[in-house]
């Protein structure tokens, strides 16, 4: 993964404001593509409205290779954003903490409005998740 990739974004069935942005980053990241197979994510179409928050998920283990991608993923986000951390990894470096090149947690690096427990979370904890942590207009 380099600097310049570009999120998968999606649309959530339940909440078509809610706009998320997957870093596929390891396992937590095939139970996102599972909540898209369920129908609770829907592959955003480039004439689609514009959202009314966008949300990052990171998925997976982020290490320090990783960590300016994720970054910059953060940054091309518009406003109003939030960032969630989807599974162990994502959240608490999961059970490779101890690695020194695995960052404790995506809120060293962005951040973080909250997070998804799991390893990896169901596919609908996810989307629970996040309509939990997306703000109501």
Known sequence: ???????ISYRVVAEPTVRVHVSELACCAIEVGSAVALGLLQPEAPQDA??????LLVSGTVTELLAPAVQAQWAAIG?????IAVGACASSG??????????NGISDLIETSG????CPPDPRRI???VLA?????
């Open 94 to 103: 999961g059970p490779y903490w101890d690695s020194i090149v695995v960052l």
């Open 79 to 83: 406003e109003p954003r939030l960032a």
């Open 115 to 118: 997070y998804i427990a799991g």
């Open 133 to 137: 942590l997306v703000p109501t207009p």
């Open 127 to 129: 989307i629970d998740g």
């Open 50 to 55: 514009p959202a009314r928050i966008d949300v």
């Open 1 to 7: 993964m380099s600097a310049a990739f570009t999120p």
